[in-house]
């Protein structure tokens, strides 16, 4: 089986993670690793790992449209925009790491098999990767919820300056997210910068407001997801509950990185790199039955 050839637009730090995991896939192949500056540390990791870099930003495949078949966009929401303008124009699929909301939302563990009929799929943001699963079981267990509140706590070390620059969309797109696959009436989003030194690792807690709550149910069902996320981000594990206490049910989670190109705290990074490998690799096992009619375009 031939590997899917992948580019990546935006040579930060989740552009060269994702660089690192690619090299170890047996569906995907780096063909082209893409920034604004030669001498950036994303730039000197690619070349040293042999991949071919280009410092011409989105140009360097409107000069060489034929150089690959997906793109993940590592930059920022605002230049998404721009950009999805462009590749859906060149008929490439885009697996958007940034919350910029322009294709259909994917929780790999979720809805993978959804996903995989859009041109252009939306990684959502970390805390969503990290609640969502969690959140959909609420949905799934319970016939009214109300509200949904997901709390994020970070190392400020792993929020870089496009998450940084992103946090409105990151609340923005996490509230939808949560709210379409959970079904709850309304959401919350907060995500807290932690300075603390050592650096924590990323935890999140979910909170939801429900009536009759079944927290049996909800339990075997999200010990079962765990596992399931697992298949493709190791460090995910549950720290606390399903618990009911003050008239809601509470869940906390912790995502903790594999320590490819980023320290292993920086779990908030990891969780969604490794979601969206995933989408791709199912690009690429599914690339043979997926037609230019498939494709949500």
Same mark, same amino acid.
């Given at each position: 089986?031939?590997?899917?050839? @992948?580019? %990546? &637009?935006?040579?930060?730090?989740?552009?060269? *993670? !994702?660089? $690192?995991?690619?090299?170890?896939?047996?569906?995907?192949?780096?063909? &082209?690793? $893409?920034?604004?500056? !030669?001498?950036?540390?994303?730039?000197?990791?690619?070349?040293?790992?042999?991949?071919?870099?280009?410092?011409?930003?989105?140009?360097?495949?409107?000069? /060489?449209?034929?150089?690959?078949?997906? @793109?993940?966009?590592?930059?920022?929401?605002?230049?998404?925009?721009?950009?999805?303008?462009?590749?859906?124009?060149?008929?490439?699929?885009? @697996? /958007?790491?940034?919350?910029?909301? &322009?294709?259909? &939302?994917?929780?790999?563990?979720?809805?993978?098999?959804?996903? %995989?009929? +859009?041109?252009?799929?939306?990684?959502?943001?970390?805390?969503?990767?990290?609640? %969502?699963? $969690?959140?959909? !079981?609420?949905?799934?267990?319970?016939?009214?919820?109300? =509200?949904?509140?997901?709390?994020?706590?970070?190392?400020?070390?792993?929020?870089?300056?496009?998450?940084?620059?992103?946090?409105?969309?990151?609340?923005?797109?996490?509230?939808?997210?949560?709210?379409?696959?959970?079904?709850?009436?309304?959401?919350?989003?907060?995500?807290?910068?932690?300075?603390? *030194?050592?650096?924590?690792?990323?935890?999140?807690? %979910?909170?939801?407001?429900?009536?009759?709550?079944?927290?049996?149910?909800?339990?075997?069902?999200?010990?079962?997801?765990?596992?399931?996320? +697992?298949?493709?981000?190791?460090?995910?594990? !549950?720290?606390?509950?399903?618990? =009911?206490?003050?008239?809601?049910?509470?869940?906390?989670?912790?995502?903790?990185?594999?320590? *490819?190109?980023?320290?292993? =705290?920086?779990?908030?990074?990891?969780?969604?790199?490794?979601?969206?490998?995933?989408?791709?690799?199912?690009?690429?096992?599914?690339?043979?039955?997926?037609?230019?009619?498939?494709?949500?375009?």
């Amino acid at each position: 089986m031939s590997k899917l050839r @992948v580019a %990546i &637009l935006g040579s930060g730090n989740i552009g060269t *993670d !994702l660089l $690192i995991k690619i090299q170890r896939s047996s569906y995907l192949e780096c063909v &082209l690793f $893409i920034g604004r500056n !030669l001498s950036s540390p994303g730039m000197a990791k690619a070349i040293s790992l042999g991949v071919k870099v280009s410092d011409q930003s989105i140009n360097a495949i409107v000069k /060489d449209p034929d150089c690959c078949d997906l @793109v993940f966009d590592a930059t920022s929401a605002k230049d998404a925009f721009h950009h999805w303008a462009i590749l859906k124009e060149l008929g490439k699929i885009v @697996v /958007d790491m940034t919350p910029a909301k &322009l294709g259909g &939302l994917s929780i790999p563990a979720v809805n993978l098999e959804d996903s %995989i009929t +859009n041109q252009n799929v939306n990684m959502v943001t970390c805390g969503g990767q990290a609640s %969502i699963p $969690i959140a959909y !079981l609420i949905g799934q267990t319970h016939t009214d919820v109300e =509200y949904i509140e997901v709390v994020s706590s970070i190392s400020s070390r792993s929020a870089g300056p496009a998450t940084r620059l992103n946090l409105d969309e990151y609340i923005d797109t996490t509230e939808e997210g949560v709210r379409q696959f959970s079904g709850a009436k309304r959401t919350k989003a907060i995500l807290n910068l932690n300075p603390a *030194d050592p650096c924590i690792d990323m935890q999140t807690t %979910i909170f939801a407001k429900v009536k009759n709550p079944d927290i049996e149910g909800l339990t075997k069902a999200v010990k079962a997801m765990v596992k399931k996320i +697992n298949t493709y981000v190791p460090g995910y594990q !549950l720290l606390v509950g399903p618990i =009911y206490e003050n008239n809601r049910i509470v869940v906390m989670v912790k995502a903790q990185g594999l320590g *490819d190109y980023l320290p292993k =705290y920086a779990g908030n990074l990891d969780i969604i790199n490794c979601a969206a490998i995933a989408v791709a690799e199912e690009y690429a096992k599914k690339k043979d039955t997926i037609s230019d009619q498939t494709l949500n375009k």
